[in-house]
T-cell receptor
Framework: AQSVTQLGSHVSVSEGALVLLRCNYS??????LFWYVQYPNQGLQLLLK??????LVKGINGFEAEFKKSETSFHLTKPSAHMSDAAEYFC???????????????FGSGTQLTVLP | NAGVTQTPKFQVLKTGQSMTLQCAQD?????MYWYRQDPGMGLRLIYY???????DKGEVPNGYNVSRLNKREFSLRLESAAPSQTSVYFC????????????FGEGSRLTVL
C-alpha cells in the first residue's frame, strides 16, 4: 500500500524567502508523484507532477520539485515566496488500482503555507 | 470550458436523511472519482469509476453508494446521513491510467446535524 507523509502541517515564511515543503512517500512500485495547491473555498489544482524521466520537475507559479528515489522524497520548493502563494499544498502518490484499470491518488494530510509581509 | 461541475455546493441535512451529490465533466475523461476532505486528513478516496459502467470502492466507502450514469456523470449518494459524514466532497476526473493527473471540481460542503 502506498502512503504519503507531509512534514509540517503549517509552514510560515517571509515574502521573498525560500519556500520548502517536505513530502516523503512509500510505494511498492515506481510512483507517479504530484503536488496540488488548494486556495480557500476552491478545489485542488495541479502544481506539478513527476511520472518518468527528469527528476527535477518544474511547475506553475515558479514551483519545482525533485524526485529522490534513494530518499523516497518529493520536496516542493520555490526560491522566493509571494503573498499569493498562501494556500494549502498537498503531495500525492499515484498507483494503479488492483484491476489496473485506473490510477488512484493517495494524498498527504496537507501543509498550510502562510506568507508574512 | 467548465471542467468538473459539482452540485449542490452547500447542503445541510438532518441525521437519517438521504441525498445525492451530482458531478459532471466535459473533458471526455474515462475515470471519475469521489473524495472527501476532512481537516488534518487530506483527501480520502470514497469510490471511483475507471470507465463507464464500472465502479470500485476506495479507502472509505461505508455509508455511500455511487452511480456512473454515463461517461460524463458520476453521482454520490448518502442513503442515511450521519454526523460523521459532515465533510467537503470533491469530484475529480482523469483521462486514464497513463496520466494520473486528476482534475477537481470546486467541492460540495455537507453538514449533517
Amino acid at each position: 500500500a502506498q502512503s504519503v507523509t507531509q512534514l509540517g502541517s503549517h509552514v510560515s515564511v517571509s515574502e521573498g524567502a525560500l519556500v520548502l515543503l517536505r513530502c516523503n512517500y512509500s510505494s511498492s512500485v515506481p510512483p507517479y508523484l504530484f503536488w496540488y495547491v488548494q486556495y480557500p473555498n476552491q478545489g485542488l489544482q495541479l502544481l506539478l507532477k513527476y511520472t518518468t524521466g527528469a527528476t527535477l520537475v518544474k511547475g506553475i507559479n515558479g514551483f519545482e520539485a525533485e524526485f529522490k528515489k534513494s530518499e523516497t522524497s518529493f520536496h516542493l520548493t520555490k526560491p522566493s515566496a509571494h503573498m499569493s502563494d498562501a494556500a494549502e499544498y498537498f503531495c500525492a502518490v499515484s498507483d494503479l488500482s488492483h484491476s489496473g484499470s485506473a490510477r488512484q491518488l493517495t494524498f498527504g494530510s496537507g501543509t498550510q503555507l502562510t506568507v508574512l509581509p | 470550458n467548465a471542467g468538473v461541475t459539482q452540485t449542490p455546493k452547500f447542503q445541510v441535512l438532518k441525521t437519517g436523511q438521504s441525498m445525492t451529490l451530482q458531478c459532471a465533466q466535459d473533458m471526455n475523461h474515462n475515470s471519475m472519482y469521489w473524495y472527501r476532505q476532512d481537516p488534518g486528513m487530506g483527501l480520502r478516496l470514497i469510490y471511483y469509476s475507471a470507465s463507464e459502467g464500472t465502479t470500485d470502492k476506495g479507502e472509505v466507502p461505508n455509508g455511500y453508494n455511487v452511480s456512473r450514469l454515463n461517461k460524463r456523470e458520476f453521482s454520490l449518494r448518502l442513503e442515511s446521513a450521519a454526523p460523521s459524514q459532515t465533510s467537503v466532497y470533491f469530484c475529480a476526473s482523469s483521462e486514464g491510467v497513463n496520466t494520473g493527473e486528476l482534475f477537481f471540481g470546486e467541492g460540495s460542503r455537507l453538514t449533517v446535524l
